[in-house]
């Protein structure tokens, strides 16, 4: 499921039953994946009645469970390889940096980190700020105090650019 698919598991009513059209249309999938989830372990309300009913909570709760399994968690030097679909290192290390030019809520500058995958060569993208061990330990970057990257090209409108190009002179 995307993202906009996984966001409509809301518009599930807890304590009401589906049928296999009636759920295909509220998640905006075909009929066949309904079936393909029911196959896959999706209880129906009573496994010889038909049409087969779902109760809107073990359909939530199915999605659910079944996205978190293909979650991963990454150490802070690896990337996930869309390819291989797995966590990988990278084979260039560090990472290549490439500023965003967006900033989080914290001031934190928003960076990605590219790499390419050591075991098929496919390129990996991960994102991480200002702030993050790895892109501190990284001596390609450019920081300023606190560890905080400094781009002086690429500040929001609202930055100080003189404070902050005069903060990465002192620390060069």
């Known amino acids: 499921m995307t993202r906009k698919q996984f966001a409509r598991i809301r518009c599930l ?23 393909e989830w029911h ?6 309300l009573a496994e010889k009645c038909f049409p087969l009913l779902f109760i809107g909570q073990t359909v939530r709760d199915f999605l659910i469970s079944r996205r978190s399994k293909r979650k991963c968690k990454l150490a802070p030097d690896e990337c996930y390889c869309p390819k291989c679909r797995r966590p990988r290192l990278s084979k260039m290390q560090p990472f290549a940096i490439e500023p965003t030019g967006r900033h989080l809520g914290s001031g ?11 075991a098929c060569s496919c390129p990996m993208v ?20 606190q560890g905080r990257l400094c781009w002086p090209s690429a500040h ?16 060069e």
């Open 156 to 171: 929001s409108v609202n930055t100080d650019r003189e404070r902050i190009s005069h903060e990465c002179s002192i620390q």
């Open 126 to 145: 991960k994102f991480g700020v200002g702030g993050d061990p790895i892109l501190s330990n990284s001596t390609s970057t450019p920081t300023g105090p």
């Open 13 to 35: 009513r807890a304590k009401r039953s589906y049928s296999t059209k009636e759920l295909a249309q509220v998640l905006h999938v075909h009929p066949r994946t309904v079936q």
């Open 39 to 44: 196959k896959h372990g999706l209880l129906p």
């Open 108 to 118: 934190q500058e928003l960076v990605l980190l590219r790499g390419v995958c050591v």
